[in-house]
Structures are given as structure tokens and as C-alpha cells.
């Protein structure tokens, strides 16, 4: 699609949805799990929104219009699902701060939080798929680089990388174990999409100092499903048939996780 010829079509259909879906609720996503064990409930985050367009692609699409769509499509192909409540930050192109992310997730409930992205790259040539979990540095200056562009959204001052609040907080992560789930997440979300899309590169499962990371208390990651910025690829993310791939992916790996986690979620 050339540029601004306007919004993709799944994109438009998704952002018109939501004025019949609404903001997501505990419990709505279907039928309870049999037996004792209780549904993994899952924040999915679509990236930027309302002033925050996110990165702009070659095929003039909005990252903020994308990251949306893929959410309320995740969201929909979960709705039956009897292992998996989903629950979503923004069904509209709404701003929310960084902090307001995961603190949304942490006052839901949820089990875990994926917040979705897309890259950009002033190199033409970078493309292919990542997933990041949370670290006090990146897993190179790459990752350092796209995890301080992501931050520069946040309206509520942040910590920097080398401040001692952020080591402390990784620390307690670590404690608690959910840097070691959430690394785990991370590698079953980037395997997903990796099988789903065999013709993508992988730039596999790395760590980065992203914002909206530091505060959640639940394994976390940030999925970067290509570049906008790359001549094909930002032209396949533009197009209905590779998003629903994508979506189906993460869907995928979604309850592939949940039934991986289910023993910590047993009930008496």
C-alpha cells in the first residue's frame, strides 16, 4: 500500500470494533477452565496511542493503529478459549502513560503482560522479529537504543538505566523469580512467531531496559513483530492476511504458556 493511502483494512475494522467491545473485563474471554485449575489472565498492550503514533512505516502505517489491531484480534481469537481470560490496556486510540501500562495489569490481576510493538530502524536493511524481557542493560547497544526510544513516551519521569532504583528493582524481579518466567515467556512468544512466519528473521529473545516493564510484578515482555521501516516487511505488516498470522502466532503462544504455568494456578 502506498503511503497514506490510508489505514489497512484490518487495522480499520479493529479500531471500529471497539465501540461495540469495549474495555476488555476480568472474566469475559469465555467459558471457566474445567477442573480446578484457575485461566491464565493475560494483559495484552498495544503500544502507544492517541498523540504517541509510534513509528511510521513504509507502507504509511501507524505503529499505534497496528499494535491495535493485533490486540483486539488476539483478544477475539482467545474469547472461546478455556485456558486464557485476556484483558487489554486501550480498545481505542487512547495515550496511556508507560507506568499506567503495567499498573493497570497489576490492579487486574493478571498472570502475565505482553505489550506489542512494532520496530523502526533508520537502516533500510534492518528487519525480522524480537521479544525482550526486562534487564538493566540491553542485550547490546541495539537494544539499548530501542529501549530508550520507547521510554521517551513516558509522560511520568523514569529512572535511567544506571539509576540505582532500576537495579533494585531487576533485583527484586529476580528474587521473586519472574525475571526466569518471563524469560520463558519471551522464548515461547518468539518461537511462536518464528514458526508461524518462516520467512522472518529471527533476532531472538533478548533483554532491554524498557519503561513499561520495570513496575510489573508478572512474567512481561515486549514483542517487536518486525519493522514498519523495512521496503517488504513493513509493507507484510501492512497487510491483513500476515497481521492475522501474527495474531494467531501470539494467540498460540499465549496458551501454549498458560498450559505451561497451569500447575501455579491450581486451586484447593
Same mark, same amino acid.
Given at each position: 500500500?502506498?503511503?497514506?493511502?490510508? @489505514?489497512?483494512?484490518?487495522?480499520?475494522?479493529?479500531?471500529?470494533?471497539?465501540?461495540?467491545?469495549?474495555?476488555?473485563?476480568?472474566?469475559?474471554?469465555?467459558?471457566?477452565?474445567?477442573?480446578?485449575?484457575?485461566?491464565?489472565?493475560?494483559?495484552?498492550?498495544?503500544?502507544?496511542?492517541?498523540?504517541?503514533?509510534?513509528?511510521?512505516?513504509?507502507?504509511? @502505517?501507524?505503529?499505534?493503529?497496528?499494535?491495535?489491531?493485533?490486540?483486539?484480534?488476539?483478544?477475539?481469537?482467545?474469547?472461546?478459549?478455556?485456558?486464557?481470560?485476556?484483558?487489554?490496556?486501550?480498545?481505542?486510540?487512547?495515550?496511556?502513560?508507560?507506568?499506567?501500562?503495567?499498573?493497570?495489569?497489576?490492579?487486574?490481576?493478571?498472570?502475565?503482560?505482553?505489550?506489542?510493538?512494532?520496530?523502526?530502524?533508520?537502516?533500510?536493511?534492518?528487519?525480522?522479529?524480537?521479544?525482550?524481557?526486562?534487564?538493566?542493560?540491553?542485550?547490546?547497544?541495539?537494544?539499548?537504543?530501542?529501549?530508550?526510544?520507547?521510554?521517551?513516551?513516558?509522560?511520568?519521569?523514569?529512572?535511567?538505566?544506571?539509576?540505582?532504583?532500576?537495579?533494585? @528493582?531487576?533485583?527484586?524481579?529476580?528474587?521473586?523469580?519472574?525475571?526466569?518466567?518471563?524469560?520463558?515467556?519471551?522464548?515461547?512468544?518468539?518461537?511462536?512467531?518464528?514458526?508461524?512466519?518462516?520467512?522472518?528473521?529471527?533476532?531472538?529473545?533478548?533483554?532491554?531496559?524498557?519503561?513499561?516493564?520495570?513496575?510489573?510484578?508478572?512474567?512481561?515482555?515486549?514483542?517487536?513483530?518486525?519493522?514498519?521501516?523495512?521496503?517488504?516487511?513493513?509493507?507484510?505488516?501492512?497487510?491483513?492476511?500476515?497481521?492475522?498470522? @501474527?495474531?494467531?502466532?501470539?494467540?498460540?503462544?499465549?496458551?501454549?504458556?498458560?498450559?505451561?504455568?497451569?500447575?501455579?494456578?491450581?486451586?484447593?
Amino acid at each position: 500500500m502506498a503511503r497514506g493511502s490510508g @489505514i489497512p483494512t484490518l487495522v480499520l475494522a479493529a479500531v471500529l470494533l471497539t465501540g461495540t467491545l469495549g474495555w476488555a473485563a476480568p472474566g469475559e474471554s469465555g467459558p471457566p477452565a474445567s477442573g480446578s485449575v484457575r485461566r491464565l489472565k493475560v494483559v495484552l498492550d498495544p503500544g502507544h496511542g492517541g498523540h504517541n503514533t509510534g513509528a511510521i512505516g513504509v507502507a504509511g @502505517i501507524h505503529e499505534k493503529h497496528l499494535t491495535l489491531a493485533l490486540g483486539l484480534r488476539v483478544a477475539q481469537l482467545l474469547a472461546g478459549s478455556r485456558e486464557v481470560d485476556v484483558v487489554l490496556t486501550r480498545t481505542d486510540d487512547r495515550y496511556l502513560d508507560l507506568s499506567e501500562r503495567t499498573a493497570f495489569a497489576d490492579a487486574v490481576g493478571a498472570d502475565a503482560f505482553l505489550s506489542l510493538h512494532c520496530n523502526a530502524s533508520e537502516s533500510a536493511e534492518a528487519h525480522g522479529i524480537e521479544t525482550f524481557f526486562l534487564g538493566v542493560r540491553g542485550s547490546d547497544p541495539e537494544a539499548d537504543a530501542l529501549a530508550l526510544r520507547e521510554n521517551e513516551s513516558a509522560v511520568t519521569p523514569l529512572p535511567a538505566a544506571g539509576d540505582p532504583m532500576v537495579a533494585a @528493582i531487576v533485583s527484586d524481579l529476580r528474587r521473586n523469580g519472574t525475571m526466569v518466567e518471563s524469560s520463558g515467556l519471551a522464548a515461547v512468544v518468539q518461537e511462536s512467531l518464528i514458526r508461524a512466519l518462516p520467512d522472518a528473521v529471527s533476532r531472538r529473545v533478548r533483554q532491554a531496559n524498557f519503561a513499561v516493564l520495570r513496575q510489573a510484578s508478572m512474567p512481561a515482555v515486549v514483542v517487536e513483530v518486525g519493522f514498519l521501516t523495512h521496503p517488504q516487511e513493513g509493507r507484510m505488516l501492512a497487510r491483513e492476511a500476515y497481521q492475522d498470522r @501474527i495474531a494467531r502466532a501470539l494467540a498460540s503462544a499465549i496458551e501454549s504458556f498458560a498450559r505451561r504455568t497451569a500447575a501455579d494456578r491450581e486451586g484447593p
